[in-house]
């Protein structure tokens, strides 16, 4: 027996404890605590190309040194298995190669302090079809689907049990692609990866979901106390701020300002705020309904729906509410405008000849053209990215994309039933 334990033994005998520390007795120092590793996010699903930022812990770190970084998993040059940039002790971004690579990829943070402890985060890459993919929603079993624009590779991104809180609403987009914002019949928050993985819940009571330009932030709808509110969270989950009363919210594209619709003054209006609750603007002061606020692509002008003429038609104004302009003008209701993604068209929903169909104009109201000329009701639907074409639901079946004169018409989702809330996956 060592001496140090010689003496611990005896002074545990003999039962004095004041002596025994008076004599240097007693428990030896506690062991320092291990250090550990952790990354956030733990994992994640890029498309090729894209670009992730990863934030390490360390815990119990005595040197408070943080972590060195590496790609692992891959063997091969930055267009083999893409490269780290902007790396400190904390933070690093990751951007993936043009093709996918061999192997299970990941990012490692490794502990300066302690080489020996390290955590990986896995990465995910995916290549699309040259002409995207279309993520959208299934009625009968209200799951998430994706589905390449040629129609192939259909894939189930959620699996929600009978009875549980399935998706409800449209699948919203990450910026980059990356992942689906989307709220469920209980009205909660979640986010899932573009291949299925990662689903998380990240608040309870949050409806209607949209990203930020650079994908950092959700803006959500919550109804509480008898009137909506937009709150924004962290798309970590992190973070929750309510930001004013008002509902339908759009961001700015810089990413500065939110529009969205209130009934405050007594009638619905739309408004602008700045993120930290500051510079509310009232655009619309009319005593008629304003709702329904879209940015045009470069920020400048905002497009809406206003029934100030009697019934609902389309209207764009510039972004601090001047100039007023009437785009569209028929006995009928037009309605849910959207940009083209080139800003030089707004597609638009319209009943003028007795059911629902998709029409296209020019950003100042004229060559008015119905592109679905049908008996079916033609309703929601989406550009793709590069603008040339349109996605779009049915009651004639499915998830259908036509060219964006009209064109082509094809339906995508020939197999699967209730295929509805088309929304296309930014490149």
């Known amino acids: 027996m060592s001496m140090r334990g010689y ?73 083999a298995c893409g490269s780290l940039i902007n790396a400190t002790n904390t933070m690093a971004t990751y951007t993936a190669p043009a093709t996918v690579p061999p192997g299970a990829l990941g990012v490692t943070a490794t502990a300066v302090a302690d080489p020996t402890k390290s955590f990986t985060a896995t990465v995910a890459i995916t290549v699309i079809g040259t002409g995207g993919q279309i993520a959208f929603i299934v009625l009968g079993d209200a799951d998430i689907y994706v ?26 987009w990450s910026p980059d692609g990356s992942r689906i914002a989307f709220w469920d019949t209980a009205g909660d928050l979640y986010v899932v990866n573009g291949d299925g993985s990662g689903l998380r819940n990240l608040t309870i009571n949050g409806v209607g979901p949209s990203w930020s330009p650079d994908g950092t932030k959700i803006a959500f709808g919550r109804y509480r106390d008898g009137n909506w509110e937009i ?21 700015s594209p810089d990413g500065t300002r939110i529009a969205f619709v209130s009934s405050r003054d007594g009638n619905a209006e739309i ?39 009697g019934n609902p038609e389309i209207y764009v104004m510039n972004a601090d509410g001047s100039s007023v302009t ?12 959207a940009w083209s993604p080139d800003g030089t068209r707004i597609g638009f929903l319209s009943w003028r000849d007795g059911n629902g169909e998709i029409y296209v104009m020019n950003a100042d109201g004229s060559a008015v053209t119905n592109l679905t000329d049908n008996p079916s009701h ?46 296309w996956r930014p490149r």
């Open 231 to 251: 709150y924004v969270i962290n798309a970590d989950g992190s973070g929750v701020t309510r930001l004013t009363n008002g509902g339908s919210q759009a961001w």
């Open 147 to 172: 589905v390449d624009a040629d129609g192939s590779a259909v894939t189930r991104l959620t699996n929600r049990a009978a009875g549980s809180h399935n998706p409800s609403g449209s699948p919203v």
């Open 378 to 423: 033609d309703l929601f639907f989406t550009w793709s990215p590069d603008g040339t074409k349109l996605a779009f639901d049915t009651d004639r079946g499915g998830i259908h994309v036509m060219n964006a004169d009209g064109s082509g018409v094809r339906d995508l989702t020939n197999n699967i039933s209730g295929a509805i809330r088309p929304a």
């Open 326 to 337: 009437r785009l569209t003008n028929e006995p009928a209701d037009d309605g849910l405008p």
């Open 271 to 309: 408004y602008v705020v700045n993120l930290d609750g500051t510079g509310l603007v009232n655009l619309t002061s009319n005593p008629a309904s304003d709702v329904g606020p879209m940015w045009s692509p470069d920020g400048t002008k905002i497009g809406f729906i206003s029934q100030r003429d």
């Open 7 to 79: 003496i611990r033994n005896a002074c545990i005998a003999s039962g004095f404890l004041s002596v025994a520390l008076a004599s240097g007795c007693g428990d030896e120092p506690a062991a320092p605590l291990p250090i550990a590793v952790t990354v956030v996010p733990p994992a994640v699903s890029l498309l090729a190309g894209g670009s992730q930022e990863f934030t390490a812990t360390v815990a119990n770190d005595p040197t408070s040194t943080g972590v060195t970084w590496s790609i692992t998993g891959c063997a091969g040059d930055p267009a």
